[in-house]
T-cell receptor, first 114, second 108 residues
């Protein structure tokens, strides 16, 4: 079946612009996660959605970052007034259940802020 | 806060040599997962351990969960060039915290 998809695969933007990154999770997966991975680094947790529960936003690095999940499916990560330090690969993952379940990752969006 | 530390950061081996990466937590974990990320790829789930002292094997890969559920290891026997990539552990109580990963390179 289809895996997690993300769009765009690459995004180059100018400093100060807003960007939106999209994630389509695996159908039926109730949990969705966003991570950030800088070059050669580990995975930095950003935000977690599970069903109709309030999202866990504890990993968002600043108020310029926000995310929504509409209808329990597609999610959009928005970064406002982008900065050069926002340049990274943004990975989305979904899982059949919540925390502790196997996570399926998408291919990521590589964001470059010039 | 909860931290998951992984060592070493890099490991370069000759093909056929063994490889081990270690994962340590400051707190007791309810479970631990291991992922592999090939160069240019995304993390792919390998396995999950939940029981104290648990050992699981997948062909040449052996995964262990410590008795105190605070540490874990991944051992690869007789590495092959296909083993190249970064291996991440992820553990927690509830939210999974990813380690920084161990990048494995294998010289043929």
């Amino acid at each position: 079946g289809a895996g997690v998809s993300q769009s765009p695969s690459n995004k180059v933007t100018e400093k100060g612009k807003d960007v939106e990154l999209r994630c389509d999770p695996i159908s039926g997966h109730t949990a969705l996660y966003w991570y950030r991975q800088s070059l050669g680094q580990g995975l930095e947790f950003l935000i977690y959605f599970q069903g109709n529960s309030a999202p866990d936003k504890s990993g968002l690095p600043s108020d310029r970052f926000s995310a929504e999940r509409t209808g329990g499916s597609v999610s959009t990560l928005t970064i406002q007034r982008t900065q050069q330090e926002d340049s990274a690969v943004y990975l989305c993952a979904s899982s059949l259940a919540g925390y502790g379940a196997e996570q399926y990752f998408g291919p990521g969006t590589r964001l470059t802020v010039t | 806060g909860q931290q998951v530390m992984q060592i070493p950061q890099y490991q370069h081996v000759q093909e056929g040599e063994d490889f081990t990466t270690y994962c340590n937590s400051s707190t007791t974990l309810s479970n631990i997962q291991w992922y592999k990320q090939r160069p240019g790829g995304h993390p792919v789930f390998l396995i999950q351990l939940v029981k104290s002292g648990e050992v699981k094997k997948q062909k040449r890969l052996t995964f262990q969960f410590g008795e105190a559920k605070k540490n874990s290891s991944l051992h690869i026997t007789a590495t092959q060039t296909t083993d190249v990539g970064t291996y991440f552990c992820a553990g927690g109580v509830g939210k999974l915290i990813f380690g920084q990963g161990t990048e494995l390179s294998v010289k043929p």
